[in-house]
């Protein structure tokens, strides 16, 4: 087992729906996590419906939900700009004026899944993500599979088969 391995390895998935119109991926990307887990090559996981977006408005952050998305958002943006790298799929704002109430609102949009991984409690890697030598941007998916495959230790021609992100 690579030194990797014996840290303390935490995998944290985000979706915005676990209904099956999110299709195999989220399913698969579930089922294999859980797998890396009871095989001991992560330690945990955690897997959390976020939505579509969240509301900038201070309001939100008074709840334990809304305050949560927003720190995550807050530290994936940390970690990106540390790191050289763009977040991708989300994590811009948008504002949306409503024709009906005339107010207008500021939110920030979220992926359809994302996943981070935090090694003795430091952020190490967020997806949907890219870097300057990176094209096309790493998904969720493609770390999954980073992650079976170092599993296995297999050789190119005896990688894990996993779902394409279709």
């Given at each position: 087992?690579?030194?990797?391995?014996?840290?303390?390895?935490?995998?944290?998935?985000?979706?915005?729906?676990?209904?099956?119109?999110?299709?195999?991926?989220?399913?698969?990307?579930?089922?294999?996590?859980?797998?890396?887990?009871?095989?001991?090559?992560?330690?945990?996981?955690?897997?959390?419906?976020?939505?579509?977006?969240?509301?900038?408005?201070?309001?939100?952050?008074?709840?334990?939900?809304?305050?949560?998305?927003?720190?995550?958002?807050?530290?994936?943006?940390?970690?990106?700009?540390?790191?050289?790298?763009?977040?991708?799929?989300?994590?811009?704002?948008?504002?949306?004026?409503?024709?009906?109430?005339?107010?207008?609102?500021?939110?920030?949009?979220?992926?359809?899944?994302?996943?981070?991984?935090?090694?003795?409690?430091?952020?190490?890697?967020?997806?949907?993500?890219?870097?300057?030598?990176?094209?096309?941007?790493?998904?969720p998916m493609d770390r999954i599979r980073t992650l079976a495959n170092e599993r296995q230790g297999s050789e190119?021609?005896?990688?894990?088969?996993?779902?394409?992100?279709?």
């Amino acid at each position: 087992m690579s030194d990797n391995a014996r840290s303390s390895t935490r995998i944290e998935l985000y979706v915005r729906s676990l209904s099956s119109g999110t299709g195999v991926q989220v399913e698969t990307m579930i089922d294999r996590l859980e797998a890396f887990r009871t095989d001991g090559e992560i330690d945990d996981y955690t897997v959390t419906v976020w939505g579509s977006r969240v509301s900038t408005d201070p309001a939100v952050a008074r709840t334990d939900a809304g305050a949560t998305i927003r720190e995550r958002v807050a530290e994936f943006k940390q970690w990106a700009t540390e790191c050289g790298a763009t977040l991708e799929g989300g994590f811009d704002r948008e504002t949306v004026h409503s024709a009906i109430t005339g107010e207008t609102h500021e939110f920030i949009s979220l992926p359809s899944v994302a996943m981070a991984c935090r090694r003795n409690g430091e952020l190490e890697w967020v997806v949907p993500s890219a870097t300057a030598e990176e094209a096309p941007p790493t998904t969720p998916m493609d770390r999954i599979r980073t992650l079976a495959n170092e599993r296995q230790g297999s050789e190119p021609g005896e990688r894990a088969t996993i779902p394409s992100d279709d």
